[in-house]
Structure formats: C-alpha cells, structure tokens
C-alpha cells in the first residue's frame, strides 16, 4: 500500500494501487445498473482483460492526470477522484469523483475533491476546474452546487441511455472561488 498521500479529519487519498485495481475487478460482477447510471451511460459488461487495460493506463498517469484511492480512517475503501484532460497552458483541470454509497452524505467527498483540488490549485497553479454532471444525476448536481461549483453552459441532449436523451451540464470553479470557499477545510491545521 502506498503512503498515505494527505489526510483531512476523515479521510485520506493516495495513489491508485494495484490492489484497488484487484477490488475494483473483483466488485465487477457486483455493480447494478444504478451505479453505472451515475458513471455514465450504461455500457456493455466489462471483461476482466478489458477493465485491467482500462486502469493501467489511468495508473500510469501521463502529464498532471492522475487517479486518486480515497479512504476513511480505519483503512475502508470509500471511492476514488478522477483527473483528466489536464491543460497547463490554460490552467484548467478535468475532474471527476465516485463515492461508495456507505460514505454518501458524510462529508466524504467533499473533503477528497478539496484535498485533490488545493494541490492542483495551490501547488500546480491551475486556476479553474470543470467537470461534467448529467441532468439525471441529481445526487451530482447537489454536490456539485454546495461545493461551490457553477453551471457554465448546457449541453442539450448530449447523451442517450435508458432510451432517452439528456442534457450534459458544464460545472466550473475557479481557484479564487475555491480558496474563498474551503480553506477553513484545508488549513485549519496548517
């Protein structure tokens, strides 16, 4: 297991390790269509090859892009934040975060997406981060609207599943907003 990377009151996030790749395969046969419908649209089942290329190539990392494991204290998987489609020259970050549905509503989340977020802001000098939120999501779009995060633009019937389309929401925060917002979170203890 790796060091713990930071740590906040209740949680601590490091790198994505082998072994959560070997959680993540052996869960596959147990995740329902409700989970996948907050990842995305539903795809097809995901073979064990498949799904070990897929996180290989997120555990490699390339540039600023990176998958973080988060934990609670005792040492309990609680989900995992996501960050692609890095673009230094215009100081912007792509993110994305999952929860276990265990670690829903507990703060969980927010303290990870902070952690990740002040080092991108305050240590790597990106100054925006945007993300995507489908319109059915709305445990996302509560999220994403407490944590301080605003709607940039609507994609309108960007995406098709369970025989509809929907709208793809444009979420940005901006490092200013950000820092103005949670660092009593961040550096209470600094």
């Known amino acids: 297991m790796s060091e713990l ?5 209740d949680i601590a996030v ?4 082998p072994a959560d790749l070997e959680r993540v395969i052996n869960e596959r046969h147990t995740l329902n269509s409700a989970k996948d419908w907050y990842y995305d649209e539903i795809g097809l089942p995901s073979s064990e090859k498949s799904l070990r290329e897929k996180y ?4 490699e990392g390339y540039n600023d892009n990176f998958l973080f494991a988060v934990y609670d204290k005792n040492g309990t998987y609680a989900g995992e934040v996501w960050v692609w489609d890095t673009n230094r020259r215009a100081g912007v970050v792509r993110q994305g975060i999952f929860t276990e549905p265990q670690f829903r509503g507990r ?3 927010k ?8 080092y991108y802001f305050n240590e790597l000098n990106y100054r925006k981060s945007a993300t995507y939120v489908f319109s059915f999501n709305e445990p996302s779009i509560r999220f994403h609207d407490k944590f301080g995060y605003t709607v940039e633009g609507v994609l309108k019937e960007d995406i098709y599943t369970r025989g509809k389309y929907a709208d793809k929401l444009c979420y940005a925060l901006f490092r200013d907003n950000f820092n103005a917002l ?9």
Not at 111 to 118: G, K, N, R, Y
């Open 56 to 59: 290989d190539k997120l555990l």
């Open 5 to 9: 990377f930071w740590e906040s009151a």
């Open 111 to 118: 303290q990870a997406l902070a952690l990740v977020l002040d």
């Open 182 to 190: 949670h660092k009593n979170l961040l550096w209470e203890n600094r």
């Open 107 to 109: 703060g969980v989340a």
């Open 14 to 17: 490091r790198a994505f390790e």
